[in-house]
């Protein structure tokens, strides 16, 4: 990436982290009030946090000297809750005004006082952490918001070969605890990661992801952010309403939480939409709004690209002087903070040459105390030498014998693996084969009874010629006529029927193409229904389907998909009939198959009213080889293999059940 694309880039990656409401002077001197009559460290404490969220983003370096107090006074409290979250906070303001150096030894410095999980002891005031509950959440979240915080770092000093590595950190830490505010910030800024390096489709993915994990999060304050990353996006193909929709959100959440930072941000990309289209005037308002607004010390970048903007415009309005005065200022200014911007950068990198330097003088130190130890131990050693020989060949006869078991056992456990995976397979192919058979058996009694009376007509063809009447001959030729047009309907019928079998039955590609995602819902309903009714003739159940039309083709591999609509189908029919055994005859067993469009998804639900899932086993259901079947009538592989096909779809296999009442299989899958 070249220095001009990444200042380009540099006010949407300087935009906040969090920050308390905005208020006005009154506010902040209370806060000052409170804090010079505070009577004890805990409550100098929190005022001091306080104070500090409230100055980062707009005075980071009034803010770092709160954050610095809270340091020292956690240190005095033995807080390390306390202490390491000052340390985030420290590095971030140093960040804030490009000191990258002293950023990273403060990300670092924080990371190492909680290294250690038992120094995350139930102090005072743990649960203001991040939403957590327990010490050991807050610590694990403060953890992953420095590796969150630590991959901005490395995007703005271009380390981007750790960025990714961060963000994934903290991803995985968000998962472990359920913390919809780091879910939501880290998947944000993948998204803004793959943009970046040209791959949209996979930043769209992780933004849509990040807005899911917005709408449960107690944590609102950086939506705008988010809005205005989607807005680029829209911007970056060509889809100006979209782009236009998420950057009004955007400048609506902004003035709401008074984030001046994304604000500004916002009106700076408006003004770029609106020249994109064509709307000069529209555009010189932003551009002017970004320069009013960008008054503070952390607002520079996006002061320079605001006069760049507006001379861009007025240069397309043919006011020569004033595009040439707005180009001056905003190079100048923009200069000035490459040159700043450089010189942190080049003291970062040093840094990391004298972290290098200082690593491979403690190399050496290691090798020599190594050689040391070497000797001793070699000395050492020549005294054991032979019993150890001769333990170690007694253990090495044991492990061989062990090895010789074990490798029996292991291929003995993949060779009933593959046996039962094939097991699966082959009742899901009985299925389909009772089905298809039920299915082409039709259209061939067709063809049979339509052949036996062509026949027949024939035969009294020939008797009418004999006898002359040509009136009757041509009545009969058109019968023959007629149901030789039937015979040859009901071939083409059942023709079709083996074509479209053998494409669903043959050997997977792999490749996900094209499909009418009814069409193959509705045609393994049938074949389920008929696949079973085959094997017991006194089964019977209503069929419903409520198919979204609005659907249309979504890109699937669709032999797996079939595969996995088939076990949902067959099992709900299987329970229904199983509870039709038990119950009066006032229950009509029943299998409805729906699907529905929801926003960038697609839903198909497989729903019975049967005995529903006890909730002992609910948790159990999608794990490998487990069945509530009778032994020999299931495997327990098909819920686990529909789990994981669907998974592979980038999809998610769900189920709703409520005992003694049914069950909803539902299937979701991203449009693509």
């Keep these: 990436m070249n220095l001009k694309a990444f200042s380009g880039i540099l006010s949407l990656l300087l935009m906040p982290l969090v920050s308390l409401a905005q208020g006005d002077q009154v506010y902040v001197d209370s806060v000052l009030i409170a804090l010079d009559h505070a009577k004890s460290d805990t409550v100098r404490l ?55 150096s002293s950023s990273y030894e403060s990300y670092m410095n924080g990371l190492n006082v909680l290294e250690n999980p038992s120094r995350a002891i139930d102090e005072w005031g743990y649960q203001n952490f991040s939403f957590s509950k327990t010490p050991e959440d807050a610590r694990l979240s403060i953890v992953g918001m420095i590796h969150f915080e630590m991959s901005r770092l490395f995007f703005a000093s271009r380390s981007f070969d750790q960025v990714l590595s961060h963000l994934r950190q903290a991803y995985r830490i968000g998962e472990t605890l359920k913390n919809k505010k780091i879910l939501s910030l880290s998947s944000r800024d993948i998204g803004y990661y793959y943009y970046q390096n040209n791959q949209p489709d996979s930043a769209y993915h992780y933004y849509q992801l990040s807005l899911n994990y917005h709408k449960g999060s107690p944590y609102q304050i950086l939506i705008g952010s988010l809005y205005l990353f989607v807005s680029q996006y829209y911007l970056g193909e060509k889809n100006y309403d979209s782009a236009h929709v998420y950057c009004n959100k955007a400048l609506v959440s902004s003035n709401k939480d008074y984030k001046t930072g994304t604000l500004i941000n916002a009106q700076l990309l408006k003004g770029q939409i609106f020249k994109r289209t064509g709307n000069i005037d529209s555009a010189l308002y932003y551009s002017q709004k970004v320069i009013e607004n960008s008054g503070s010390p952390n607002t520079r970048d996006r002061l320079a690209a605001g006069y760049i903007l507006g001379s861009s415009l007025y240069k397309i309005m043919k006011k020569d002087e004033l595009a040439y005065h707005y180009l001056e200022r905003g190079k100048i200014l923009s200069d000035s903070l490459n040159d700043v911007y450089n010189a942190k950068l080049l003291q970062f990198q040093r840094l990391g040459f004298d972290e290098k330097l200082q690593l491979k003088e403690l190399e050496k130190e290691r090798e020599i105390t190594k050689s040391r130890m070497r000797i001793y131990g070699l000395l050492l050693g020549l005294g054991i030498f032979v019993l150890v020989a001769l333990l170690l060949y007694r253990n090495n006869l044991v492990k061989q014998k062990t090895n010789i078991v074990l490798n029996a056992t292991l291929d003995n456990l993949k060779s009933t693996q593959s046996q039962l995976i094939q097991s699966e397979k082959m009742a899901s192919l009985g299925e389909l084969t009772a089905g298809i058979a039920h299915e082409i058996q039709n259209p061939l009694n067709f063809v049979n009874n339509f052949s036996e009376v062509n026949k027949e007509l024939a035969e009294e ?11 009757e001959v041509k009545a009969l030729a058109r019968d023959i006529k007629e149901n030789q047009e039937k015979i040859l309907h009901h071939g083409k019928r059942a023709d079709a029927i083996v074509k479209g079998m053998l494409q669903h039955s043959r050997s997977s590609s792999g490749v996900k193409e094209p499909t009418d995602i009814n069409a193959l819902a509705d045609e393994y309903l049938r074949l389920a229904y008929h696949g079973l009714r085959a094997k017991d003739k006194s089964f019977n159940a209503t069929m419903k389907t409520d198919f979204d039309e609005s659907i249309g083709s979504i890109n699937v591999v669709s032999q797996d998909m079939g595969r996995v609509i088939l076990n949902l189908i067959t099992n709900a029919f299987y329970v229904v009939n199983e509870k039709a055994k038990i119950q009066d005859s006032s229950y009509e067993p029943q299998v409805i198959v729906s699907t529905k469009r929801l926003d960038s998804k697609i839903e198909v639900r497989v729903k019975d009213n049967g005995n529903g899932i006890p909730d002992s086993i609910k948790e159990k259901i999608f794990q490998p080889f487990f069945t509530t079947k009778p032994t020999g009538q299931g495997t327990g592989l098909g819920l686990s293999l529909s789990y994981d096909i669907v998974k592979a779809h980038g999809g998610e296999l769900k189920v709703e059940t409520k005992e003694g009442e049914g069950s909803i299989f539902s299937i979701h899958l991203p449009i693509v």
């Design 46 to 100: 929190e005022i001091n946090r306080e104070l500090g969220f409230y100055y980062q983003d707009t005075r980071a370096d009034i803010a770092i000297g709160y954050h610095q107090e809270r340091l020292v006074l956690s240190k005095k409290l033995n807080f390390s809750l306390w202490e390491a979250d000052a340390y985030q906070q420290v590095g971030y303001c140093y960040y804030r005004y490009l000191n990258f």
């Design 461 to 471: 063809l020939e008797g009418e010629v004999d006898k002359g009447n040509t009136l």
